[in-house]
């Protein structure tokens, strides 16, 4: 794989999108100098696929692998069962599949707009290596097992060790409810569930990798926002 994304620092600024992680204008990659179109497009521009169906006003690559998810395993586990108490999904879905588009290592950064079609050259590394972050140890049978569980109903009825949906999530005035993913049969915890992706001011925390609530002031605060413990 050719590694085109530049050195930048994968920590935010909780000042916006501009100058985040997730700000690509000045990639040489990115012909249109452009922050917002290598996710979203306002209008389809007559292409031939469907991207803009995933929501969003989507405009990059999906990948096509699939994964082994944390939540499969406790059909099958008790050990697992007992961590796993809200309906799940087999694979990701809604806003995480959009995330996983880049971060899964899979598809190129610049498969976006008019280079949907074509073969990506710049990727995403391991979170141990600059210029990342694709998820780390993945692997080449996308294991998910060692990341938090993802397309999957956050659910504190079923489980009394999670926090109510009116909870405070950080200091910005935002309940855990608002940052789930609502659909048909309950509200959904996604990637952007803990990580504000467009840096927002007052949402994402300046210093962490665009965490909405801190991990050391309080210390593991944004675990405890959510799990009861």
Not at 93 to 106: A, E, F, N, P, Y
Request: with cysteine; charged share 15%; proline share 7%.
């Amino acid at each position: 794989m050719l590694l085109g994304v530049p050195a930048v620092s994968l920590a935010g600024n909780g000042a916006g999108i501009s100058g985040s992680p997730h700000d690509f204008s000045a990639s040489a990659w990115n012909t249109n100098a452009d922050i917002c179109s290598v996710c979203h497009v306002p209008h389809d521009n007559n292409r031939n696929d469907t991207l803009f169906a995933n929501g969003l006003l989507w405009n990059h690559a999906l990948s096509a692998a699939t994964y082994r998810m944390y939540a499969e395993e406790a059909a099958a586990s008790i050990s697992f069962a007992n961590h796993i108490d809200g309906v799940f999904d087999n694979e990701p879905v809604g806003g995480s599949k959009l995330c996983l588009g880049c971060h899964d290592g899979t598809v190129g950064v610049d498969q976006f707009d008019a280079n949907t079609a074509g073969p990506g050259t710049v990727f995403v590394l391991p979170v141990s290596q600059v210029p990342g972050p694709a998820i780390p140890n993945v692997g080449a049978e996308k294991n998910l097992l060692g990341t938090h569980p993802i397309s999957i109903v956050y659910d504190p009825v079923a489980d009394a060790n999670l926090a109510p949906l009116t909870d405070p999530m950080g200091a910005s005035g935002t309940t855990i409810g608002d940052v789930l993913e609502p659909t048909a049969v309950g509200p959904k915890l996604q990637c952007a569930s803990c990580h504000d992706v467009h840096d927002s001011t007052g949402e994402a925390i300046a210093g962490t990798k665009l965490l909405r609530e801190s991990m050391t002031a309080p210390a593991s605060g944004l675990c405890l926002t959510c799990h009861l413990k």
